[in-house]
């Protein structure tokens, strides 16, 4: 008997047409297009925008730094934390970038108060470790839709917006604390650098340790107002590190800190109390320092969500949301390039 059957290459047609229809629902869905309140990395990457138009090839935040090389020189004590490879004593080479937190890629050095470094070890099993990590000791706020309520509030036109905001962010304090009242220095060198995030370690035996990590300035910090280093120049800061690298290496000291039970994982306002455990782990060395227009940290996105193998985000919802909103700013950045072009000479260090 003669059944009507569709033809099979029609339907597997209007199968896959309704696989695809689907997924792009769901996708839709969980990028928040359907939800105009919900944050998602376009709005949060719109929002750095600052009043006088963005710094186009730049990231879009942390835009103006200059890249160096070096290496992880590690000392075999992280191993007891985390089995990635990059904490075996050994050398690893590294890529980084020194960077001033502002969207403006030409902001004067002394109008930036956060200062960063991001960094990319590279290990023989074929693996990263991605961060990028900055100078104050907490961060601004608490969750990543605060801080975007944050950017929202420092570019408004209302006088009192970022005092209403304070208000209903009691926690902004501590930051706005340490920025008003925490020494500048007058060099990326003599800056540490903290991870502010936290992270879970996965040592050798599968247990999970939660962790912070800071880099020590060998060099000794200076304290200089931003009054005398505006006088040095609007570049300073480029300037002294490519001089003082050639003369050197430039060294810190990485320090794992360890949480106890119990303590926030999920809030990088709250700092640990000072007598947690830390575990010295090795030196970065920043060896040769080059110009970021033609150098090899340009075109790096530090995604803090890129680890090896004995290490993975924590409870902490700040790497995710990093994650995708530095994705978006590696986006937009590559493709703008001619607004930044290559082999310019006469740029800047
Ligand atoms: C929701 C919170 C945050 C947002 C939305 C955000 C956003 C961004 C964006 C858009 C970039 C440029 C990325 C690129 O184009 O490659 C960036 C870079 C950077 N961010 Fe964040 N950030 C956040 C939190 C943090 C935290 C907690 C830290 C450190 C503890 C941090 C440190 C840095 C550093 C050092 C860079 C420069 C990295 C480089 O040299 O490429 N950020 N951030």
Avoid at 231 to 240: N, S, Y
Avoid at 251 to 268: K, L, S
Avoid at 312 to 318: A, E, G, K, L, V
């Amino acid at each position: 008997m003669a059944v009507a059957h569709r033809p099979p290459v029609l339907a597997s047609l209007a199968l896959i047409a309704i696989v695809v229809g689907l997924g792009a629902a769901i996708f839709a869905c969980t990028a928040g297009w359907f939800s105009p309140q919900r944050l998602t990395p376009d709005k949060v990457v719109a929002a750095f925008a600052p009043p006088t138009g963005v710094s186009l090839g730049h990231r879009r935040n942390h835009a103006k730094g200059i890249c160096f090389t070096g290496v992880f020189e590690a000392n075999g004590a992280g191993s007891e934390l985390s089995l990635a490879r990059v904490f075996a004593r050994g050398q690893y080479p590294v890529l980084g970038r020194f960077n001033l937190g502002t969207p403006d890629a030409d902001a004067p050095d002394a109008t930036v108060r956060v200062r960063g470094l991001g960094m990319q070890i590279s290990t023989p099993d074929e693996q990263e470790w991605r961060s990028a990590t900055i100078n104050p000791p907490v961060f601004t706020v608490s969750t990543p839709q605060a801080f975007y309520e944050l950017l929202r509030a420092s570019h408004s036109e209302n006088p009192d917006a970022m005092k209403a905001f304070a208000a209903v962010h009691p926690e902004f304090t501590k930051f706005a604390d340490w920025a008003k009242n925490g020494p500048w220095t007058g060099s990326y060198a003599e800056e540490r650098y903290n991870s502010l995030n936290s992270f879970i370690f996965v040592d050798g035996s599968g247990a999970e340790h939660a962790v912070r990590w800071s880099l020590l300035p060998a060099a000794q910090p200076v304290a200089v107002s931003p009054d005398e280093l505006a006088k040095r120049g609007p570049d300073f800061l480029e300037q002294e590190i490519a001089r003082r690298v050639a003369g050197e290496p430039q060294r810190w000291t990485m320090v794992v800190t360890v949480a106890n039970p119990g303590d926030p994982t999920a809030d990088p306002t709250v700092a640990w109390p000072a007598d947690r455990r830390s575990v010295e782990v090795g030196t970065l060395m920043a060896q040769h320092v080059q110009a970021e227009r033609d150098g090899p940290c340009r075109d790096i996105n530090f995604d803090p969500t890129v680890l090896p193998s004995g290490m993975r985000t924590s409870d902490d919802p700040f790497p995710a949301a990093r994650s995708s909103t530095y994705a978006k700013s590696y986006d937009l950045r590559t493709a703008e390039a001619k607004d930044y072009p290559r082999g310019v000479t006469g740029a800047k260090p």
